[in-house]
Nanobody, 126 residues
Framework: QVQLVESGGGLVQAGGSLRLSCAASGRTFSRYTMGWFRQAPGKEREFVAG????????NYADSVKGRFTISRDNAKNTVYLQMNSLKPEDTAVYYCAAARTSYSTSYAPLNDYDYWGQGTQVTVSS
């Protein structure tokens, strides 16, 4: 069992930056593929970024490429999402997720993920 707790969300002006953190419980964190997803009001949850268990492979949604960076620190059981050049359309609840087995090298399919955090709100004002 893995428990995930996100933090770092908030209100920021367009063009600003935020860094989200996701702290995981359990001693097997380093074995999990990790992902960040987001859900805006009235929309489906969508993939944002994913990272392999080692951190050696990452993937991003086209909408955030070049602006967001996913990273992990397995010694701290934590995955991060650095978000720069934020836009109003980035406004959403952001969730981190853990997958025991990643069936896709894109890390994008929601169904690959076994554990989810409660989410943290990110609001970008124009």
């Amino acid at each position: 069992q893995v428990q995930l707790v996100e933090s770092g969300g908030g209100l920021v002006q367009a063009g600003g930056s935020l860094r989200l953190s996701c702290a995981a419980s359990g001693r097997t964190f380093s074995r999990y593929t990790m992902g960040w997803f987001r859900q805006a009001p009235g929309k489906e949850r969508e993939f944002v970024a994913g990272i392999s268990w080692s951190g050696g492979s990452t993937n991003y949604a086209d909408s955030v490429k070049g602006r967001f960076t996913i990273s992990r620190d397995n010694a701290k059981n934590t995955v991060y999402l650095q978000m720069n050049s934020l836009k109003p359309e980035d406004t959403a609840v952001y969730y981190c997720a853990a997958a025991r087995t990643s069936y896709s090298t894109s890390y994008a399919p929601l169904n690959d993920y076994d554990y989810w955090g409660q989410g943290t709100q990110v609001t970008v004002s124009s």
